[in-house]
């Protein structure tokens, strides 16, 4: 298993409730694997500026071909909002019929990513 660090957003971790999302994606071809696994990193490389964020921690199971994150927002519009990011809209098309998608989202009563 490989997983990032935890990848800061703009938003301050603080005391209050937050939103939690996470995404678990299965390739149906090992061959898919690589570019899948590079196109989560990039989205990645968004958190620092998006509105709303907390922070994410990526992660990947290269032998079951599973890649995935758990992110932390301030508000469901939030999380929403970056569902309807350009760079995802765009990943989300190009592997939708490449794979698995499963996701669950919930409220948390206090921040997560608490060290």
């Known amino acids: ?3 990032s660090r935890w990848i800061p957003g703009p938003e301050p971790r603080g005391d ?3 939103v ?3 995404t678990d994606f299965r390739v149906h071809r090992i061959v898919d694997l690589p570019r899948a696994c590079l196109a989560g990193w990039r989205l990645g490389g968004l958190w620092p ?6 922070g994410v921690w990526l992660w990947a199971d290269l032998p079951r071909r599973r890649i995935g994150s758990v992110s932390v927002w301030r508000a469901e519009s939030d999380l929403r909002a970056f569902v309807r990011h350009p760079l995802h809209v765009e990943i989300m098309r190009a592997y939708r019929d490449r794979g698995t998608l499963t996701s669950a989202t919930w409220d ?3 921040a997560a990513g608490r060290r």
Not at 49 to 54: M, V
Request: no cysteine.
């Open 1 to 3: 298993m490989i997983r």
């Open 16 to 18: 209050g409730p937050v």
């Open 20 to 22: 939690v999302s996470r």
């Open 49 to 54: 500026e998006l509105a709303g964020a907390i």
């Open 108 to 110: 948390s009563p206090a």
